[in-house]
Nanobody
């Protein structure tokens, strides 16, 4: 059974930082492309970061320079370091694993709230 479990969310002040983690089980993690998505209240889910199985990364323009995505294949974990957070980044953040047409998996999501 495939499981993706996010952690590290919570309440953070504007300008603050946090690190999200997503631990995967039930898949050969190192061959999967991983991504972070977010869904703000009343908006569609959008991809904010992607890291390929080979390690190349891609970030949404709105977060470039402030956030990074990384992975540790030995720990079956993908990370999302978020710095200089903005109020508009309050959202539920989802971990995603995809391997072409062979499978797409989602975590349950974790709340990140940016507020004073």
């Amino acid at each position: 059974q495939v499981q993706l479990v996010e952690s590290g969310g919570g309440l953070v002040q504007p300008g603050g930082s946090l690190r999200l983690s997503c631990v995967a089980s039930g898949i050969i993690f190192r061959i999967y492309n991983m991504a972070w998505y977010r869904q703000a209240p009343g908006k569609q889910r959008e991809r904010v970061a992607h890291i390929a199985s080979g390690g190349s990364t891609n970030d949404a323009d709105s977060v470039k320079g402030r956030c990074t995505i990384s992975r540790d294949n030995a720990k079956n974990t993908v990370y999302r370091q978020k710095n200089s957070l903005k109020r508009g980044e309050t959202a539920v953040y989802y971990c995603n694993a995809v391997l072409g047409n062979l499978g797409t998996f989602w975590g349950p999501g974790i709340q990140v709230s940016v507020s004073v």
